[in-house]
């Protein structure tokens, strides 16, 4: 059974760069049968895609965030980190990074996601 624990620094000021890490226990993240997301939810707002990486390592970004978002893995940790720089306050939200069988780009539909994560928040805040 795969369980997701996302953890990060909870607060930051802007312009900052925001590292967080989801650590995966239950299966391999070097497994071809799965893909790690990040998805994120500001307060009051719904769930914004935000990337994935896959078993083989490749990751794809969303278009608004690709600029700034890079994510990678650990594997000798079982571990995927997203980092976001130049962050604002329009970045608060709670993080996620559920992971899924298939890739499907932009996916916010919850039922699309297998495994999900308690969710770490953020806030960027001066």
């Known amino acids: 059974q795969v369980q997701l624990q996302e953890s990060g620094p909870g607060l930051l000021k802007p312009s900052q760069t925001l590292s967080l890490t989801c650590t995966v226990s239950?299966?391999?993240?070097?497994?071809?049968?799965?893909?790690w997301n990040w998805l994120r939810q500001p307060p009051g707002k719904g769930l914004e895609w935000m990337g994935v990486i896959s078993g083989s390592g490749s990751a794809w970004y969303s278009p608004s965030l690709k600029n700034r978002l890079s994510i990678s893995r650990d594997t000798s940790k079982n571990q995927v980190t997203l980092q976001l720089g130049s962050v604002t306050p329009e970045d608060t939200a709670v993080y996620y990074c559920?992971?899924?069988?298939?890739?499907?780009?932009?996916?916010?539909?919850?039922?699309?996601?297998?495994?999900w994560g308690p969710g770490t928040h953020v806030t960027v805040s001066s």
């Open positions: 239950g299966a391999s993240i070097r497994s071809e049968y799965y893909f």
């Open positions: 559920p992971e899924a069988k298939t890739f499907i780009m932009s996916a916010t539909d919850k039922d699309h996601y297998d495994t």
